[in-house]
């Protein structure tokens, strides 16, 4: 491949952004990302079908920056630019991005750093944070000799106006997707706001089955946190469906990657009434803890476990190559909405109805009720709780975690609850809507 290396007229330039925690993550996310392919691999198609993309070279020539990768074959290549944080959003077929993590944060020019990953089943993306306005003055992947490819994207830097334009374009063209990887700023989905719109009265509940896609969760024995999840999730949904009083809508329904500011937009945009995350926790050092635990949001964590907990679980953005720096910065705004009482009030009452219910079917935790400053139930105005199902390092959870048996009481269970919850404790739909600015 050293026939592709560019001229040396461009620069690399120095490293930025360079943090120890985000590099183990991504190296884990790499070494993980096996699990999370065999367990996408419905479609039949393996890994080692994708084109292989290697050699990501980032340089800069006066006011033009040009990213590289080297492709063992030409592929579709889409691009377009998103303003606030300004980025530009490389949209690709599914690819094995053979790439040293390292490569990814290197900067210059008008970009800040660059990430990359599986999206979703057969989509991959490059995101290029912008330091400033930029256009793309070129996005292909060219053919080369023997069927390989090289990847090319030229940004060029542009004025805040030309900026502007190209992000006009780019919204009235309709980027399919892009709410999903966009973190500040998410827009819901479609599903949600078309059902949000209807008119319905039925309540509202939003099942959160937790990571998905280049984010598989907690990984214990080739199981990952995010396939348990989402088959509880999806029967949970079942259930809360089959009573006819309830409209249940799901951050996602498959193997995908959604974040977590998306996660609370999607609430929010359906006028949820009730918001459920479903999580699936480890402990490398304590195969003995175990249990169901359900948590609320709090800025100060009820204990050390709770606290450590939700710092993991507000990884997941960071897990799946987004960059949470900005994001960080909100967390204590975030945390201030949660001051919203009577959210903050109805989120107990849910959680302890939880836990009175779960109790009665399935193991609980020592300390089965506690809250910290999780990031996925901060939405202001939709009383939100989290659910640890129990602890995938534990065996005995484990094996419960997958058993049809288990998952089935459960599900009953936390259904129980949801319907006690609205019978006794919160005044009908509606009034969620009211809490809404
Ligand atoms: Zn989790």
Redesign the pocket.
């Known amino acids: 491949m050293n026939d592709l290396t560019p001229p040396p007229r461009f620069l690399d330039t120095g490293l930025l952004r360079l943090r120890t925690r985000f590099v183990a993550w991504v190296a884990l996310c790499a070494m993980l990302g096996v699990v999370g392919i065999a367990s996408a691999s419905a479609n039949g198609r393996s890994h080692n079908e994708f084109p292989v993309a290697t050699d990501a070279k980032l340089e800069q020539a006066g006011d033009t920056v040009r990213l590289t990768m080297a492709l063992s074959r030409p592929v579709e290549v889409a691009a377009s630019v998103l303003a606030g944080p300004d980025r530009v959003v490389i949209d690709l077929p599914s690819i094995n991005f053979q790439v040293q993590p390292a490569a990814a944060r290197r900067s210059g020019g008008v970009v800040g750093a660059f990430r990359f990953g599986l999206f979703t089943a057969d989509k991959a993306r490059i995101i290029i944070d912008l330091t400033q306005p930029a256009i793309v003055v070129r996005a292909e992947s060219r053919p080369l000799r023997g069927g390989f490819g090289e990847l090319v994207i030229e940004l060029r830097k542009a004025t805040r106006a030309e900026f502007q334009a190209a992000v006009a374009k780019t919204s009235s063209r309709g980027t399919e997707g892009d709410s999903a990887i966009s973190g500040p700023n998410p827009s819901p989905g479609p599903v949600a706001a078309a059902q949000a719109a209807s008119g319905d009265r039925r309540q509202t509940i939003v099942i959160d089955p937790?990571?998905g896609g280049i984010d598989p969760?907690?990984v214990v024995a080739s199981i990952a946190?995010k396939s348990v999840v989402l088959a509880f999730g999806t029967k949970l949904k079942e259930q809360l469906e089959a009573g006819g009083r309830h409209r249940v809508l799901m951050t996602r329904e498959d193997d995908r990657f959604v974040p977590l500011a998306e996660r609370v937009a999607i609430a929010r945009a359906a006028g949820a009434d009730l918001f459920i995350s479903i999580?699936?926790?480890s402990l490398a050092q304590a195969q003995d803890v175990r249990g169901a635990t359900v948590y609320t949001a709090s800025e100060r964590a009820t204990d050390a476990e709770a606290a450590r907990l939700a710092a993991k679980?507000n990884q997941a953005d960071s897990v799946a190559g987004l960059d949470t720096s900005e994001d960080t910065q909100d967390v204590a705004g975030i945390l201030m909405d949660l001051a919203k009482r009577e959210t903050r009030t109805f989120s107990a009452v849910f959680a302890r109805n939880l836990v009175e219910k779960l109790g009665g079917s399935v193991k609980m935790h020592k300390v089965p009720l506690r809250s910290a400053g999780f990031r996925v139930l901060s939405a202001p105005d939709v009383p939100s709780v989290l659910i640890e199902l129990g602890y995938m390092s534990s065996p005995k959870d484990a094996e419960l975690l997958n058993s049809a048996q288990w998952r089935a009481q459960a599900v009953e269970a936390v259904a129980a609850a949801v319907e006690g919850y609205f019978v006794s404790a919160r005044a009908p739909a509606g009034k969620a809507a009211e809490n809404r600015r």
């Open positions: 937790g990571h969760g907690a946190e999580h699936a926790d679980e």
